[in-house]
Structure formats: structure tokens, C-alpha cells
């Protein structure tokens, strides 16, 4: 049997609108397709890098993606959604169909417990009491930079009996060369859609960090064993590069 290894692509770029447009023409090249057998999409193909690692330069240069004219392809994102999405990351605002936001997570972050009552069984929310947003600011502006600690998590332990886990699980900083930096981890991400609005969201967050603690917007490196193409979106990618996906 002949051995295998897992395929990790690193991609580096100027901008965001350079770091999508390098995904997908690298899907194309070097995903691989399977079909979906728990989680969104169950049962459709989704092609797939065995592990993406993207390191943006200049995030902050051109947030969206540019799509070139004449061609008939919808925007992934816009500037409008993506400054509704900062909201969405910076409150704990969430309905009550939802068990989690991103941005409670950050925030105010709740655990989660079933409890019976009357025999019934509910849900109790506990507050943690932490902004973790407002706390690495804290730490670098009265502690200085020399730390391996401002991280923001996003996962939690009792996210595996979620039917919908949340995709972003880290966002892990540094300050370096008087700039912040953020990495980030994605347990799934999907390249069309996700990619540019989350990372046009996060670029904001970084940007409004690095004014309240007063160094200037830094990079961004974006690591995924989960960077994916739902199927339907492979005639977009195609169209975007004017590639065709390599099956092998």
C-alpha cells in the first residue's frame, strides 16, 4: 500500500483580497474532496486543504475581495456587512435560538448546564464575568509586551455536543516590532463566504485593539486543517481563477 501524507499549504500574502484570491486558486490545485458524513452539508462533497497555513502582510490594505469587471460573480462580502459583523464580535448579543456568538464568547462568555426542574430538563447560563477583549488590552497596556498569554479563546470543552461547534476556536496576539499581530485558528472555514468576512471582522477588532493600546495594526496568520469549498461554490472558484479543480 503506498503511504500517504497530509498536503499542508502555505500561503503568503500582500492583502485580504490577495490571501482569498491565493486560496482558491490553491484549492483548486491541492484540496481534496470527500463527502461531508456529520455537520453542515451533510451528505454534499466539499473539497477540502489538509491544513492551511495563510500569512497576511497588510490586512488592514484591502479588507474585501475585488472582483474584477465583467465578470458575473457575486461578492463574497461587502464593507456593510463586515462592519455589521465588528458589532457581532464586540457584544454578547445573541438570540435565543442561538447557544453562542463569537462575540459572547469574547465578551461575556456564558457556561452552559442542564439542570431538571419539575421534571423538566433546561438549560442555565452562568456568566463568567470576563472581556477577554478588554483584558488583553489591559494586560499590554500595564504590563508591557514581553507575554505569551493574551490569547482569546472561543472553544470550550462542552462545544463537542454542539450540533453546530463554533468554527473559530483561538485568536491568539502578539506584539512585536511595536505592531499586534493576530493568529488565529479554525477548526472549519469555509473559503468563499467565511473566509473574507471573518477575516474582514477580525482585521477590525485588531485595528480598534492596536489604538487602545497604542501600537500600530500588525499581520494576520490564519491556520485551518478545515479551509474548505462547499460544491456548490466550485463553479465560482473556477470562474474567480479561471482554474479547474485537480482531482487525484
Not at 482569546?152 to 502578539?174: H, N, Q, V
Request: charged share 25%; hydrophobic share 35%.
Amino acid at each position: 500500500m503506498e503511504n500517504k501524507f497530509l498536503k499542508p499549504v502555505f500561503i503568503e500574502a500582500f492583502d485580504l483580497d490577495d490571501a482569498w484570491f491565493q486560496c482558491l486558486s490553491s484549492i483548486l490545485d491541492n484540496g481534496v474532496v470527500y463527502e461531508i458524513t456529520r455537520g453542515s452539508y451533510q451528505g454534499q462533497r466539499r473539497l477540502e486543504f489538509d491544513l492551511a497555513c495563510v500569512h497576511v502582510k497588510n490586512p488592514g490594505h484591502q479588507i474585501i475581495p475585488i472582483i474584477p469587471e465583467g465578470m458575473s460573480i457575486p461578492a463574497p462580502t461587502d464593507m456593510d456587512y463586515i462592519q455589521g459583523y465588528l458589532s457581532y464580535l464586540l457584544t454578547g448579543t445573541k438570540t435565543n435560538t442561538e447557544d453562542y456568538t463569537y462575540g459572547e464568547r469574547l465578551v461575556d462568555a456564558k457556561v452552559r448546564i442542564k439542570e431538571s426542574k419539575d421534571g423538566k430538563e433546561m438549560v442555565k447560563e452562568i456568566p463568567l464575568n470576563v472581556n477577554q477583549v478588554e483584558e488583553v488590552i489591559k494586560m499590554y497596556k500595564t504590563q508591557g509586551f514581553g507575554t505569551n498569554q493574551a490569547t482569546m479563546e472561543i472553544g470550550m470543552p462542552s462545544d463537542i455536543y454542539l450540533a453546530d461547534p463554533p468554527c473559530l476556536r483561538l485568536i491568539d496576539t502578539r506584539i512585536r516590532n511595536g505592531k499586534l499581530h493576530f493568529i488565529l485558528y479554525f477548526r472549519s472555514w469555509d473559503l468563499w463566504g467565511g473566509f473574507p468576512s471573518n477575516l474582514g471582522g477580525l482585521q477590525l477588532v485588531k485595528q480598534y485593539m492596536a489604538e487602545e493600546i497604542g501600537v500600530e495594526d500588525g499581520e494576520i496568520i490564519a491556520l485551518s486543517k478545515g479551509l474548505h469549498l462547499y460544491e456548490y461554490s466550485w463553479e465560482l472558484a473556477k470562474m474567480r481563477t479561471k482554474k479547474n479543480i485537480k482531482i487525484g
